[in-house]
C-alpha cells in the first residue's frame, strides 16, 4: 500500500490533532505501533513539526472521522494524480553524493572479475552510464591510472544478491549461445557461496616442475654406462701404495 509523504511527521499531525488509535496510524503511516506510542509519550520524534495530511491532500477530514469512530477502521491514502506511476520510475541507480568518487573503481573491479556481465547490467548494478563503462573497459579513463577496483558490495553500491542474480543471468545468457566456458569463467559465474565450495584444481608444485621425465627413465643412474671414478683419482691424490713408497724412502 502507498505510504504518505513525510511519514513521521504525518504520524506526528495525527496523534496531536485526532484521537485515531496507534495501531491505525501506524498501518497508515508505515511505522510500528510502539514508535506511535513513543511519539505520543514524547520519546519519538522530538522536535519534528507535524505535517498535515489534509490540508497537503493526503487525506479527507471524513477519512479521519471514519477512523475516530470506529477503531478498525483503516486509513486510505487520498489518490493523487500526480503521483501515478512514480514507483514504475525506471533509471539509473541513485548513488550518494559520498559514494559517487568509489564508483568507477566498482565498475572497474566488475569489468575485471566479471567481464561477462553487459554493460547495462553493470550501469544497474552500480548506477552508472554505458559510456563510462567503456572508457574504463578501454582504460581511456581520464583518472585510470589512480583508479584500484574494489567490490561495490563492499562499498555499499549494491547488494551481493543483486550481484549474485546478475551474474547467474549472464550465465544463462551465455550458455544460452552455447559459448564454452573455460574453468576460470565458470567460477566466476557462480555465486560467492557456490565459489567457495568448488574443490581447488590439483595443480603440479613449482618445485618439481620437469622432473616428470626423469620420472620416466627406466634406468637409474647406478645402472647407466658411466665409467666409475673414485675419489683419489678425481682429485688427482696419491694412492696408499704409493704413499707407502714415499715413506720408506724417506727413512733411508
Same mark, same amino acid.
Given at each position: 500500500?502507498?505510504k504518505?509523504?513525510?511519514?513521521?511527521a504525518?504520524?506526528?499531525? *495525527?496523534? @496531536?490533532n #485526532?484521537t485515531?488509535?496507534f495501531?491505525?496510524?501506524?498501518?497508515?503511516?508505515?511505522?510500528?505501533?510502539?514508535e506511535?506510542q !513513543?511519539?505520543?509519550?514524547? @520519546?519519538?520524534?522530538?522536535g519534528?513539526?507535524?505535517?498535515?495530511?489534509?490540508?497537503?491532500?493526503q487525506?479527507t477530514?471524513d477519512?479521519?472521522?471514519s477512523?475516530?469512530?470506529?477503531?478498525?477502521?483503516? *486509513?486510505?491514502?487520498?489518490?493523487?494524480?500526480?503521483?501515478? !506511476?512514480?514507483?514504475?520510475?525506471? !533509471?539509473?541507480?541513485y #548513488?550518494? *553524493? %559520498?559514494?559517487r568518487?568509489?564508483?568507477?573503481?566498482?565498475?572497474l573491479?566488475?569489468?575485471?572479475?566479471?567481464? /561477462?556481465?553487459?554493460?547495462?547490467?553493470?550501469a544497474k548494478?552500480? !548506477? #552508472? #552510464?554505458?559510456?563510462?563503462?567503456?572508457?574504463?573497459?578501454?582504460?581511456?579513463?581520464?583518472?585510470?591510472?589512480?583508479?584500484?577496483p574494489i567490490d561495490?558490495?563492499?562499498?555499499?553500491?549494491?547488494?551481493?544478491? /543483486?550481484?549474485?542474480?546478475?551474474?547467474?543471468?549472464?550465465?544463462?545468457?551465455k550458455?544460452?549461445?552455447?559459448?564454452?566456458?573455460?574453468d576460470?569463467?565458470r567460477?566466476?559465474?557462480?555465486s560467492?557461496?557456490q565459489?567457495? /565450495?568448488?574443490n581447488?584444481e590439483?595443480?603440479?608444485? %613449482?618445485?618439481?616442475?620437469?622432473l616428470?621425465?626423469?620420472?620416466? @627413465?627406466s634406468?637409474p643412474?647406478?645402472?647407466? @654406462?658411466e665409467?666409475?671414478v673414485?675419489?683419489?683419482?678425481?682429485?688427482?691424490?696419491?694412492s696408499? %701404495?704409493?704413499?707407502?713408497e714415499d715413506?720408506? /724412502? %724417506?727413512?733411508?
Open positions: 500500500m502507498a504518505p509523504l513525510m511519514a513521521k504525518t504520524a506526528v499531525w *495525527l496523534v @496531536d #485526532t485515531i488509535s495501531k491505525q496510524i501506524a498501518d497508515f503511516v508505515g511505522m510500528h505501533e510502539l506511535i !513513543g511519539i505520543a509519550d514524547g @520519546d519519538v520524534a522530538a519534528v513539526k507535524g505535517f498535515d495530511p489534509v490540508t497537503n491532500n487525506l477530514q477519512e479521519i472521522n477512523a475516530e469512530k470506529n477503531p478498525l477502521h483503516k *486509513l486510505k491514502l487520498k489518490f493523487n494524480p500526480s503521483a501515478a !506511476g512514480e514507483e514504475k520510475r525506471r !533509471g539509473p541507480r #548513488t550518494p *553524493l %559520498s559514494k568518487q568509489d564508483r568507477p573503481n566498482s565498475i573491479w566488475l569489468v575485471k572479475f566479471h567481464p /561477462e556481465l553487459a554493460d547495462a547490467q553493470i548494478l552500480v !548506477g #552508472t #552510464t554505458k559510456p563510462t563503462i567503456q572508457t574504463i573497459r578501454e582504460r581511456t579513463h581520464w583518472n585510470i591510472s589512480n583508479m584500484e561495490p558490495v563492499a562499498l555499499g553500491l549494491c547488494k551481493q544478491s /543483486e550481484l549474485d542474480a546478475a551474474v547467474q543471468k549472464a550465465a544463462a545468457a550458455a544460452a549461445e552455447g559459448g564454452v566456458m573455460s576460470d569463467e567460477r566466476k559465474l557462480v560467492t557461496e565459489s567457495l /565450495e568448488m581447488a590439483p595443480k603440479m608444485p %613449482s618445485a618439481i616442475e620437469g616428470e621425465n626423469f620420472a620416466l @627413465d634406468n643412474p647406478s645402472q647407466r @654406462d665409467p666409475i673414485d675419489a683419489d683419482s678425481f682429485f688427482n691424490l696419491p696408499s %701404495s704409493d704413499a707407502d715413506e720408506d /724412502e %724417506s727413512k733411508f
